[in-house]
């Protein structure tokens, strides 16, 4: 069985806007030692499902087992295998980063010298020892996520519950923060993580599970789910936008389904069945016509193709509402 188990889950919040279905219907099943993403737009359930995971909050219908503990029957049970960082953390601003890691191990009932030894040890893992004497109110936005990632592992969870972890984050701390997880996962923790980062998902996740409005709508490696959406796109840069409309011909020519077409008609890409002859046959066709080429070559399907194919949005879009809002 997998160590973490979701069965026909929902969830309905009353508004004064209306009722909001959060979840409907959501299944997710999670292998022991691997990492699972979840992965879809603002608003999708992500949050709602791991906070039912995590016993924050009851699910209206539905069932679901951590480590084969029901979360519903013994919530407490659950609490003692996990550890969850994310959007709903709750830090002490007013605290150093030591003092907030100590907290947390008296929440478990580590005792105050244990909790105070493992704090330390995690300050010093989490490179934040020139920190940890300080307020976390003055810590910076990645000192900040390595305080909330460390004060979820002060328990020595086997399961890990990531909400976001890395939303806000400058590339380097992303990264650096990819590669603690990556660690922990070598240990042999179990890793849900949500994101809306597909390149996360990309690094990180061993499998995905793209949700939208509260239930799963593709799932597999990120292998599987780029190879659903089919084999390569050929993509071609014009040096001049007057020959957009007789390449366009040409791509469909050798393409299957749309042509997109960007950068004010200079370039142009289409999904092809096999790459190489493709682009060859492309490439042909364009020079006999005399048609000046900046660029030229093939793409495999990205995590953002399988996005826009199962959302029907790209996922950049997402971001720009996030910051709008
Ligand atoms: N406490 C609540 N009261 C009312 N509506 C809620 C509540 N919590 C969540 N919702 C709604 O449920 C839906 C799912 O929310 P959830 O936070 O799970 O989404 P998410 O995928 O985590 O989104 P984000 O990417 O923005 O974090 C949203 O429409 C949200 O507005
Ligand atoms: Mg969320």
């Not at 519950?161 to 990556?182: K, Q, Y």
């Not at 993580?193 to 990180?204: C, F, H, K, P, V």
């Not at 936008?241 to 007789?246: F, L, N």
Request: hydrophobic share 35%.
């Amino acid at each position: 069985m997998s160590i973490i188990e979701a069965d026909g889950l929902t969830k309905t919040y009353s508004t004064r806007s209306g009722t909001v279905h959060a979840l409907a219907g959501l299944d997710l099943s999670v292998p022991e030692g691997s990492v699972k993403g979840l992965l879809g737009p603002n608003g999708a359930g992500k949050t709602t499902t791991v906070k039912v995971l995590n016993t924050l909050i009851k699910p209206d219908s539905g069932t679901a087992t951590v480590d084969g503990i029901d979360v519903a029957s013994d919530p407490q049970g659950v609490r003692r295998v996990i550890g969850a960082s994310g959007q709903y953390a709750a830090v002490d601003e007013n605290l150093t980063g030591l003092e907030n890691l100590e907290m947390v191990g008296r929440l478990y009932h580590l005792g105050r010298r244990k909790s105070r030894a493992r704090a330390k040890e995690l300050i010093e893992a989490f490179d934040l020892s020139a920190a940890g004497n300080r307020p976390v109110k003055g810590f910076s936005g990645g000192m900040r996520r390595r305080i909330d990632l460390a004060g979820a592992l002060v328990n020595r969870p086997r399961i890990l519950f990531l909400d976001e972890p890395t939303t806000g984050l400058d590339p380097a701390s992303r990264l650096g923060l990819w590669e603690t997880i990556s660690d922990l996962v070598k240990g042999g923790t179990t890793v849900l993580l949500t994101t809306q980062y597909l390149e996360e998902a990309d690094y990180l996740a061993d499998h995905i599970s793209v949700i939208d409005s509260g239930h799963v709508i593709a799932e597999g490696t990120a292998d599987e789910l780029k190879a659903q959406i089919g084999g390569h796109r050929v993509v071609v840069t014009l040096v001049n936008e007057s020959d957009s409309g007789v390449s366009r011909e040409i791509l469909s020519r050798h393409g299957s389904g749309e042509i997109n077409v960007g950068d004010g008609g200079r370039k142009l890409d289409v999904v092809v069945d096999h790459g190489p002859s493709a682009l060859q046959a492309v490439l042909s066709d364009l020079g006999e016509a005399q048609i000046a080429l900046h660029d030229a070559g093939m793409q495999r399907p990205t995590l953002d193709d399988v996005f826009l194919t199962v959302t029907g949005h790209r996922a950049e879009d997402n971001e720009d509402e996030k910051e709008a809002s």
